[in-house]
């Protein structure tokens, strides 16, 4: 959990109930991100909007644990910047993925291999 979080801070949770529609009703994806506003504090939990908690020590869980949790987006931002890294990232990493799997060039498979840090066992 970012460390200098505090009430009236805003904050992004990734909400999967919520569906996302484009202009003319037409369904696109579940969940959605939801801005919401911290309202209080207390020793467990952040309060979050009027009637929603979150206990800190999921939240410090989840990110040390698994950075992009359901379809590769971690639920909860504490800026708009991570809501947009987090909605590229489900936009296009399998689309990457595939694209490197189907590489037919050794050379380049091995620059992505130095990109990523990949070592040989």
Do not use: C
């Amino acid at each position: 959990m970012k460390s200098t979080i505090k009430v009236g801070d805003p904050i992004w949770i990734y909400e999967q109930e919520k569906n996302v529609y484009d202009k003319d009703g037409k369904y696109l994806r579940r969940g959605k991100w939801v801005e919401y506003t911290i309202t209080g504090e207390n020793k467990q939990s952040l309060l979050v909007g009027n009637s929603r908690s979150i206990a800190k020590k999921d939240l410090t869980k989840t990110r040390k644990t698994n950075n992009y949790g359901y379809m590769g987006i971690h639920p909860v931002a504490y800026s708009q910047e991570e809501v947009n890294d987090s909605i590229w990232m489900n936009k296009h990493r399998y689309k990457i993925s595939e694209a490197v799997s189907n590489l037919k060039s050794s050379g380049l498979l091995r620059q992505v291999a130095d990109l990523i840090g990949y070592e040989e066992k």
